[in-house]
């Protein structure tokens, strides 16, 4: 029997199900023993009316039974701890240590409790109150459950259940009906088994979060596209992303999305004569650390020559021969890789060092590092920018910071943007021209260090303009702007006191919420 | 010859115009005599260069000369006052005294002024730092223009030139590409000139602000899909809304976009028994003002029936009674009137009191009270639902709060509802019953009074979920909220301190500025 699906308050089988499929263990190739379901339009139907009865729950829940209730969810994973390293290593072949046990379980458990802790506080709603005009807003929840379609890359941190979107989102007010990525299911089944067992007792509804396994694309489409759903938060491929972006944006219906990214770095003459080598050895642990299978992983390198860079291409090209074979997620990323490998073959690159795939059971492939002059690139930018997924960087050399400032000119919207420069400051000027489309085009740009670490921070951004993100102006990692996606501007226009939700009456509800009360940001009451 | 169109910076003759166009005076029904060209893609797409060039122009300016120069522009129209006091008139049919003279002029100015106080103070952009991770953001401007769409009911307070989204746009730093609405050229020509003007020597690029007065339905959805574009603020019809959003949504720009609504107005019986014949008049004032052509006017009262029923029903039948036609904004407004009595009666509504076209030169209405038991309502909620712009409005009666809320859950979203209710407590319950579905389908909500006011106060918003707008998160009245619809997100990880923007470096460059750091918010510098 397949697994259950949790709908509508419990655990049940999936009714009328498309079919079933088995995870694959990338380190053997071999499918794993369990089946899940692949549910069809009836799932999803009582999913968006259980969803959207339980929006209303939430709303009677009160921010401090969320947070109790995402803090509940952070203890029982790690009570889980052990089970979920040991069951999302065979789904994924991310090593247990440090990835799993010390890295991005940790960083689970905290966005939790950095959701709760915003919950709690209720500062992000932005509560703001004129009391001459009588007038006071603040975000709310949408009304409507949020769907996550998490990605096949982090199994915990962007997992649908208990990753960053589903604790924006519920943090924020909203049931989550998420969407578990096919790569890892049994991973997804512990996490969801300790999201339901946390509702338990907490004062939530028992549909405040619902899971399926799968689902095909005609039903994600229609799920995205519903009148009861308050909102979709994807992440993954841009050709998914685009599919479900078409059908909600045709009915109205908010989609936040994170697909696709080159996050170039730009490395100018002064940084390379500084400190060349150490510069290549950051840059190639940012290409190849998890098999290259982040969003920032720099897919752009982008080299002004001068007279450091020779020892940085040694180094660099050195990095990636000496680079052993990696665990890649599955089949369909080792084709990418070698259909990028063709691609940029066909464009007229070579490869610099590295790369291919290989032997051995399992999905296995080496870091590539792949190399053209920048004229070559300019004559087809476009055609060079299609991400591959995994560790496969492009190495473009630039005659000067011009050349440089072309390629930049060219970009489509990034996630990230770095520069290298010379401590000296023999680079500023090349900075000062390089900096301004980077700016435009990259939700976040750095200095001298690589982009693959995304901090859990109230100062994050993890989006960018379009195809890095669906909106410039929100992040999906970094508490509370994260949660601000899953809101709606909510105004009261003379509405009694009694009839305010508490944030926006006269007393601070907390006593240390923040709120712009006549232009001014204070935490005292009225 | 016809007027000359506004961009890269200075005034010149449309190239190759697909044509011309004459605004009609409502009031006689007569063409005005000036022409106005109707630009080709050569004029849209010099314009879309032109400011991307202005958008780093705008950067380099900074906030205090963008603030100085809305300043500019909002004395500028105080000095033409009296001109676009006589064309707006003459273009629209209001009245000068009291809409366009002491309303709606003095609204414009206060708004371009409040843009501009916000642009100063910078508290808008939410500086956010973490000091332990070095990683700093901020709301930046799009680094393209931005198009704006404006409607034909506001001639000042909505212009594309001038107007609120213009004023939000430009003080959040992008350049506008103003798309002039084709019943007010004339007005949008003065208000151009006076913007033009403010320009020079105000430190911002020439580009900062261009005007055509009419583009192709085909040349629209080109211009809200370039890639130059940063992003469209679309104020008027669902339909020409939904046209903009499919091609700007296609290309993955941002577009906001003000649409449709009914406004509910909810009146509970204890209210009705208090107050009946006042809530009525305040109500039919609602209706009737500015002949009805708001988007907030009420389209649908809702009826509690209840002792006070009758009293209430005569009071609200007499006002549209005795209510004179007004001049409408032309033929397509009295087209579109017509054509909504002809759908309610199919439906199975009675006109109730007042309506029609009137006689005399031009084009003129009475105001229509149009009414249908809940029951036929809610047969078809959806043909009960779409918006007749104009002073028409349908009363619907129901038996009790339950099917009140009927036609609540039925409702698409809205910008406002009301519920009137009784001081006395005694429709406390029904308030709850009618609470939950109209706080989530309406962006503002109010309590015993009607929605035609829209204040320009921070805690206002002006949107509400789709159909009423776009986003359900953001608002296109209320500074510094609307500014906030035209900025990215910009986070800088670890850039060195002389190259982030001022508003992110340790010291408070203003010394006022709001920044949320480490948590808190703060004016203090580092």
Redesign the interface.
Known sequence: MPAQVLVAGGWREARLPAGSFRPVDPASGEPLPEEFPISSWPDVEEALQAGAEAA?GL?GAGPDRIAGYLEALAAGLEGRAEALIERAGRETGLPAEPRLRSSELPRTTGQLRQAAAACRDR?WVRA???TK?D???K??P??GPVAVFGPNNFPFAFNAVGGGDFAAAVAAGNPVIAKANPQYPGTTRLLAEAAFDALAGSGLPAAAVQVLYHVSPEDGRKLVSHPRLGATAFTGSRQAGLGL??AA??A???IYLEMSSLNPVFVLPGALRERGPEAASELFASCATGAGQFCTKPGLIVLVEGPGSEAFLTALRAAFEAAPAAVVLGAGVLKGLEAGAARLRGLGAERAAGGGAAAGPGFRFRPALWRVPASRFLADPAAFQIETFGALSLLVTARDPAEARSIADSLE?QL?AAIYSAVDGSDDAA?AVL??PL???A???????A?TGV?V?????H?????AS??????SVGIP?AM??F??????????PD?LPPELRNGNPTGAM?R?VD?E?TRRSI
């Open positions: 209303d709303l500062s703001t109150i004129d005009a007038l006071r807003s975000l709310g949408l009304g972006k078409e944006d045709r109205g219906k908010l919207g990230t900075y900096e301004p700016r435009r085009q939700g976040r740009l750095l200095n001298d260090r982009p901090a921070s109230p100062a994050m951004n989006g960018g303009p379009f195809p669906g909106h410039p102006g929100f992040t702007a601000t996606r809101a709606a501007l909510q105004a009261y226009d003379h509405v009694r009839r923040w712009l232009g940001w």
